[in-house]
Antibody, heavy 122, light 111 residues
Framework: EVQLVESGGGLVQPGWSLRLSCGAS????????MYWVRQAPGKGLEWVAS????????GYAASVKGRFTISRDNAKNSLYLQMNSLEPEDTALYFC????????????????WGQGTPVTVS | QSALTQPRSVSGSPGQSVTISCTGS?????????VSWYQQLPGKAPKLIIY???KRPTGVPDRFSGSRSGNTASLTISGLQADDEAAYYC???????????FGGGTKLTVL
């Protein structure tokens, strides 16, 4: 079964850091681009960051650029999001997702999602 | 990276068709062939229903279809069913090899 499982969320104070992890199983992780997407309580989806299969291409939303870092470890089938200088506006459920494109490119077709890990900054 | 514009809500009766629009610019929706659509039920993770503007993933009924004209992408749901009631989001590639932007979301009500 293709599966993504996020972990690492929690309650932190403004200015603190947090590292989210996403474990992948059931597919060839290193073949696919990966994403972080967040959803604030009662709000819509917001794209946060993208990474290509080999980490050659990485992008961030303007709201997190310079504070968040996306990375991946293909040997461990894992995706990460290092979040620094957290602000109350970062409070959200954070999802990791994989791209549908099997050539590893960032094409923004997110076909598999985890259930999310909650982050509260207060 | 301004959010793409979607209607906040749409509605239709069972069996009818509805279309949800997603308006952007030449820098996103109108400039690339990478627009996708997601269905999100309350308390659940989003589900991909359309990618690359018009493609349907395996298992998504052909009642769901995508199209694009200029800077506006559209999702059409035909033969509305009660369990289509959900929030729908568009997502577009926005250049620089890596950037993306979501629409604000549309709540579909099946009357």
């Amino acid at each position: 079964e293709v599966q993504l499982v996020e972990s690492g969320g929690g309650l932190v104070q403004p200015g603190w850091s947090l590292r989210l992890s996403c474990g992948a199983s059931g597919f060839t992780f290193h073949n696919f681009a990966m994403y972080w997407v967040r959803q604030a309580p009662g709000k819509g989806l917001e794209w946060v960051a993208s990474v290509s299969w080999n980490s050659a291409f990485i992008g961030y939303a303007a709201s997190v650029k310079g504070r968040f870092t996306i990375s991946r470890d293909n040997a461990k089938n894992s995706l990460y999001l290092q979040m620094n200088s957290l602000e109350p506006e970062d409070t959200a459920l954070y999802f990791c997702a994989k791209d549908v494109d099997r050539y590893g490119q960032i094409n923004f077709g997110l076909d598999v999602w985890g259930q999310g890990t909650p982050v509260t900054v207060s | 990276q301004s959010a793409l514009t979607q209607p906040r809500s749409v509605s239709g009766s069972p069996g009818q068709s509805v279309t949800i629009s997603c308006t952007g610019s030449n820098n996103d929706v109108g400039g690339y062939h990478y627009v996708s659509w997601y269905q999100q039920l309350p308390g659940k993770a989003p589900k991909l229903i359309i990618y690359d503007v018009t493609k349907r993933p395996t298992g998504v009924p052909d009642r769901f279809s995508g199209s694009r004209s200029g800077n506006t992408a559209s999702l059409t749901i035909s033969g509305l069913q009660a369990d289509d009631e959900a929030a729908y989001y568009c997502l577009s590639y926005a250049g620089n090899y890596t950037l993306g932007v979501f629409g604000g979301g549309t709540k579909l009500t099946v009357l």
